[in-house]
């Protein structure tokens, strides 16, 4: 089977190509139709269908409430550990550094320097972390320097080093967007890493870190404390709890309890790290990032497809390891109700954009021949499960 996929994939990479984007929208907008042609077709197996998705939505839904609770004890108990007692167990623990690449647009200087000023609150120490601040040139030349000239006077010796980059606009090939944007970032930092001796790329991490995000003052410290304890160091990218609640009280209701589920589906997934894709905010070795070419210009989400791109490079070597540890992001938000709705609607469509990548995905899962197949299989699985469900279970579950 997998040999002829391989050769038709081969043959026709276009129409392939093609089929595979389609493949999503159909099984969704299949599902959300299922009532209406299956109804006609076969309504006994209609009827046995929702009543057999409905009990394994309760089982999910079940699941995900204890592995949540699990996680929020594990939280509370790491927020209190001394994380860099062990760190210090390490001989060579000071020679070890953090790039942290924060890619930014219009964002409030006030935003970027909340997230600053929590790294450099870090217990670690911010003399081992480097933050490259990742400017768009499309925001303007006057609002980039005005705000790389307000950061550089409060945080300009708090650091390693603090980098600012510029992503030129309209690259061709390139999509605007995180990604492309972190990916260039990264490119200055390594310009900036030449001139450095002390700088040694396997004893370095980098981290995707969203520009609204506080981390937890221990969070380094235990990302330290883990590098430099994982023989797996190499293949290994660690997540935190992503918690939308840096302002969940100044937003309305309804959305303040959408954050508030949506920050507890996040910590109940860490206790799944058979099935953790890191999101977001995350981070891996300098390495390991390098030897995969960094994060790709040409998509919108990067948090998969850099663990995919990973995966397959290393013949699905590579795991997500947990943090428990919260790391608090801004729930979207604008001036009144209905403002504050359509960017939290605008916020989960950018996050459904996942599923563009599911082509990529799926691609590799058949192309590869390295990472063990039911590993990949159910990690792939478990992708194109919520990509494509995602739309659909709220109307199977209402019928």
Known sequence: MFVFLRKLIRRYPNKSHRALEILPGLVSWSLILLPVWGSFLWPLGLAYFIIIFDIYWLYRSTTMAVFAMMSHFRIEANKKYDWMGDVKGFGDWKTVYHVVVIPTYKEPITTLERTLKAMASQTLGSKQIIPVVAFEERAGKEINEARREMLEKKFGDKFAKLIFSYHPANIRGEVVGKSSNAAWGAKIFLKEMKKQKDWQMDK???????????????HMAALTYKFLDSPRRYRTIWQGAIMFYNNIEKIPWPMRVYGRIASVINMGMLM?????INFSTYSLSLKLMDEVGYWDSDVIPEDYRIFFKTYFATGGEVEVEPIFLPIFADAAEAVGFWNTFVNTYEQVKRWAWGASDDVYIIKNYILDKKAPFWDKTIRVFKVLEDHMLWPVNWFIITL
């Open 204 to 218: 370095m991490t980098i981290s995707s870190v969203d520009c609204d995000v506080v981390l937890h003052p221990n």
């Open 272 to 276: 799944r790290p058979d099935r953790l």
